[in-house]
């Protein structure tokens, strides 16, 4: 059985998407919070920070600890966050398998699109085996002038594979990702698996997925078509 690209190119979210890493960063960014007096709970600190980058959280972090975080702040938690990282990341279950059946239909037209530092995607791709697939095709929110919920590194991603954004689709799983791929005017695709760290089907719709689906083992069959 043939299968064809259903659209242009596919691009991806890497925290929450590709990488199961939410829950290891969350840890690592509440314990420094409550170094600063800011005693947050798992679940609340997951739904403040999910999805966006802390530089852009700065007015918020110093409202709630009288600390404006800085340059110096923000290193030493990307090291505490990578050790932790290097020491049990893992991969989504089934994204090896589902990526690489997805590139033998979409050569050289899958990316990764990230809010993350580019030392942090590249490091997590590597990490999980699939650097080779978007090396290359990788972009950075914090490289461009605005990150997630604006669609920049979306459509960043679109110009470098030369495609149509509103001709490609985004896999994503938090609101802010789905609303920076919706206003980059492309199919959005929200990834919500029962898992604390996901969002449900309904929140994604809400935000404005397309779609929705929980394995990843359902990605082919969405994102292609049987050749007639």
Request: with cysteine.
């Amino acid at each position: 059985m043939e299968l064809k690209p259903k659209y242009s190119a596919v691009l991806f979210d890497c925290d929450g998407v590709l990488v199961d890493s939410e829950n290891i960063t969350n840890t690592v960014l509440r314990g420094m919070l409550h170094d600063l007096g800011w005693q947050l709970s798992r679940e609340e600190c997951l739904s403040r920070f999910v999805g966006k980058m802390l530089r852009d959280q700065v007015d918020v972090i110093e409202e709630h600890t009288g600390f404006r975080i800085d340059a110096e702040w923000l290193t030493e938690f990307r090291r505490r966050r990578n050790v932790a990282l290097e020491a049990s990341l893992e991969a989504i279950p089934g994204v090896a398998e589902a990526v690489r059946a997805l590139d033998a239909v979409y050569p050289g037209l899958l990316a990764c699109a990230s809010s993350a530092d580019r030392p942090k995607i590249d490091m997590q791709l590597k990490k999980i085996g699939l650097f080779d697939v978007f090396e290359g095709r990788i972009f950075s929110g914090m490289e461009l002038p605005k990150s997630k919920p604006a669609p920049d590194v979306y459509l960043a991603a679109a110009r470098a594979l030369g495609v149509d954004p509103a001709e490609a689709a985004v896999i994503e799983d938090s609101p802010t990702g789905v609303i920076a791929g919706r206003a980059a005017g492309s199919h959005v695709l929200g990834f919500c698996p029962d898992s604390p760290v996901h969002q449900s089907p309904e929140t994604l719709m809400a935000a404005g997925a397309d779609e929705t689906f929980d394995a990843m083992g359902q990605l082919l069959g969405l994102l292609t078509v049987q050749a007639s």
